[in-house]
């Protein structure tokens, strides 16, 4: 088997986020925000292409399989983002976290990190959504009616299942990060990029950065969906999605591997 070919070592995956966790701390504000912004941004061709799914094939199929075809375009935007190496905060929630475990980043510059990705991705995806909504209709691609009805998706739980599903959906994207750096080719990254995204669409999870596009274009285009709503199911998937990846993927994984070093010793 190729060098390439092989799989690495769990040591070596945790060093390696935790030297590419550590380069985000040495970047400037500028250059972060303006990566989370961009990443904003793309995570929007996810909404645009559900939508048009949507739009296509609403009434013509069972709910059930219009569920599943709109979920198709899930993957779309986080290949962009993931790939092209923007800076999406639900990566950031389990990536970040490493080098203050390791003791070479603090709790504050943690917390700045966060701040300025997440604001980033939030004001890329107003940006987005304001013009989706808009050349959405206008064009007869992608009526109100799509956007309200992917919008309602993510509202409609109460929000104890807001929070259980985005810690779910956190857990799933630190995974994502963690198998990426686990190997080393751009196919496998690709592959395991729509995989993990298209369980989360399937499941109807709730991913912050994406369901703030989803449920703000709702938010725009029509009624049904409220301030309130939109400022709920922001918070409490904001909180689960950093629950998800700093806990159940970066804490664990870095203990099982300081409990390993231990041992060895």
Request: aromatic letters at 10%.
């Amino acid at each position: 088997m190729a060098e390439n070919d092989k799989p690495k070592e769990h040591d070596e995956i945790v060093e390696d986020q935790i030297k590419l966790g550590f380069r985000d701390y040495e970047r400037s504000s500028v250059g972060l925000s303006l990566s989370a912004f961009t990443a904003g941004l793309e995570i929007g061709f996810s909404v645009m292409l559900m939508g048009i799914l949507h739009a296509m094939f609403s009434g013509k199929v069972d709910p059930e399989v219009l569920h599943l075809i709109i979920s198709l375009g899930y993957p779309l935007g986080f290949i962009f983002v993931i790939i092209g190496r923007s800076e999406l905060f639900t990566e950031q929630t389990a990536l970040a976290i490493l080098p203050v475990l390791n003791g070479k980043a603090s709790v504050g510059e943690l917390l700045r990190l966060w701040g300025f990705v997440i604001l980033g991705n939030l004001v890329g995806g107003l940006l987005f959504a304001l013009f989706i909504t808009w050349i959405g209709p206008e064009s007869g691609r992608i009526p109100a009616e799509s956007f309200e009805h992917i919008a309602k998706v993510m509202v409609e739980p109460n929000w104890q299942i807001t929070l259980g599903s985005a810690v779910l959906a956190g857990w799933m994207m630190g995974l994502l990060g963690w198998l990426i750096g686990s190997v080393r080719e751009s196919i496998s990254h690709i592959v395991i990029v729509i995989f993990i995204t298209l369980i989360i669409g399937v499941g109807g999870l709730h991913h912050c950065i994406v369901g703030n596009i989803e449920v703000l274009s709702g938010l725009l285009v029509g009624d049904s969906i409220t301030l309130y709503d939109y400022l709920e199911f922001l918070i409490f998937a904001i909180i689960g999605n950093t629950i998800g990846g700093a806990f159940f993927v970066s804490i664990l994984k870095y203990s099982q591997m300081k409990a390993g070093n231990q041992s060895k010793r």
